[in-house]
């Protein structure tokens, strides 16, 4: 396996969902400024013996590459950290190839560009926050490297956004302004349940059953919930691409602390015993 290249462990975001989500006919309409919990997905990597789903985590960055990439950055991570969720070296150096990066002046000092190569890392879609604010009506999307460990909910928070968009029927309905009116977003603007405020800026990416084609045998079909839940499975491992290995840490450590402590006790006793036999 090429050796995962470090960064940060510490949160950033898809921002997709079903464009059209409606909401109850019979809910109470909320405040702008409620806050909706995040639906619970019983995600594979939860828990103490939590593990990666590694077809999933290759479903999930086919979707990054073909839906989210156009907007939002990876730049925490290397294309030769793809080996670990099983991508062979030509995979990777077809996936980093589909970009360039600068290379090396010229003889005469001109600037060159290069195809990226396996120790290059993600390749920003925009050359600077400027020209990102620019393209995406003043709103620079976040990078995505940290976002499941960025964000309250996590996981949770991320795949629930992904799937909360409402029309704009349906946010008037579900919720209200400050003034108490039915809530409307504005031109260029979209509405969503789990988002702060439930207005949000960012277009809803996946908005149908089919969008990406997954490859290879056993894939499920790509639903619109089913993209939603394998990218954000991938950038959980992009947040924190040692989790595994970590949990197999601390649970030797807690074996050994348990066996110690067992050890010790006894040596305890011993010591007693030997002692009131000496009083």
């Not at 969902?17 to 909706?36: N, Q, R």
């Not at 209200?176 to 977003?185: E, F």
Request: neutral net charge; hydrophobic residues 45%; proline residues 6%.
């Amino acid at each position: 396996m090429i050796r995962i290249s470090r960064r940060l462990l510490a949160p950033a975001a898809i921002v997709a969902g079903l464009a059209g989500s409606m909401a109850s006919a019979t809910a109470p309409a909320h405040a702008a400024g409620d806050a909706v919990a995040p639906k619970e997905v019983a995600w594979t990597f939860n828990g103490v013996f939590g593990r990666y789903d590694y077809p999933q985590l290759r479903r999930g960055l086919q979707v990054y590459r073909e839906v989210c990439a156009a907007c939002h950055g990876l730049r925490l991570v290397a294309y030769r950290d793809l080996a670990a969720i099983g991508l062979s070296e030509s995979e990777i150096r077809a996936v980093a190839g589909d970009r360039e990066v600068a290379g090396e002046p010229d003889e005469e000092g001109e600037p060159t560009t290069r195809p990226a190569e396996a120790k290059d890392r993600f390749v920003d879609p925009f050359p600077n926050v400027q020209a990102a604010m620019a393209a995406n009506n003043g709103a620079a999307p976040p990078d995505l490297s940290l976002i499941v460990k960025a964000r309250g909910g996590g996981a949770d928070y991320i795949y629930s956004l992904m799937t909360g968009y409402l029309s704009e029927a349906a946010c008037k309905k579900e919720f209200k302004d400050s003034q108490g009116k039915p809530l409307a977003p504005a031109e260029g603007q979209y509405c969503n349940t789990y988002m702060s405020g439930h207005i949000i800026a960012m277009a809803p990416p996946l908005t149908e059953d089919g969008q990406v084609e997954y490859e290879g045998k056993g894939a499920p079909p790509a639903t619109v919930d089913q993209m939603a839940k394998d990218a954000t499975a991938f950038l959980a491992w992009a947040a924190e691409p040692y989790m595994v290995e970590r949990k197999r840490m601390g649970i030797k450590v807690m074996l050994f602390l348990l066996l110690f402590t067992g050890f010790m006790y006894a040596i305890y006793r011993q010591v007693k015993k030997d002692v009131k036999g000496q009083a």
